[in-house]
């Protein structure tokens, strides 16, 4: 019992690692190169989240095929955001995009919006593709790593996600 608790901690742990590496890593080239102060990051997110979620769910997309989208809708908001805001003052420019992130959890979020968003719950189970994906070396086995034992799909993501880091 306590082996699968740990294990299924461990593999939660790891991929919420990975989710604020990937956000500290967008942070340093903004604000650590820039200077700006810029808190629009997790509107950026959600857009990327729910542009991958949103087409695999509602019309049976692969994961892989939903990237351009992803690029696109990510490229959009920036521009849309981008263009008005960037000649303000770096502590307006991070009100701007604090209130844009917040405005676009608040439209996902609404009850209203629950066939197409999820609301609250947001969009799970749509990972097959990834599933699917599993290199055949990994495929049906678990791994040992230290003294816990990860399941094939568990192991795929952490590669994947550090890949990405």
Not at 12 to 30: D, R, S
Not at 53 to 72: D, E, G, K, L
Request: proline share 4%.
């Amino acid at each position: 019992m306590s082996q699968t608790i740990s294990n299924g901690l461990f593999g939660a742990i790891g991929v919420t690692a990975i989710a604020y590496c990937l956000a500290a890593i967008g942070l340093n080239i903004h604000f650590g190169y820039t200077g700006l102060l810029n808190f629009g990051q997790a509107g950026f997110a959600l857009v990327g989240g729910y542009a991958v979620a949103m087409p695999v769910m509602n019309w049976q997309w692969s994961i892989w095929a939903t990237i351009p989208v992803v690029i696109i809708a990510s490229t959009t908001f920036a521009l849309i955001l981008g263009i008005p805001t960037l000649r303000l003052r770096s502590d307006y420019l991070a009100i701007v995009t604090i209130a844009a992130a917040e405005i676009l959890r608040l439209l996902v979020s609404t009850p209203k919006a629950v066939n197409v968003t999820g609301a609250t719950d947001g969009i799970n189970s749509f990972t097959d593709d990834i599933q699917n994906s599993i290199p055949g070396f990994l495929r049906g086995k678990s791994v040992p790593l230290w003294e816990k034992q990860i399941s094939d799909y568990e192991m795929w993501v952490i590669m994947l996600g550090w890949f990405l880091v």
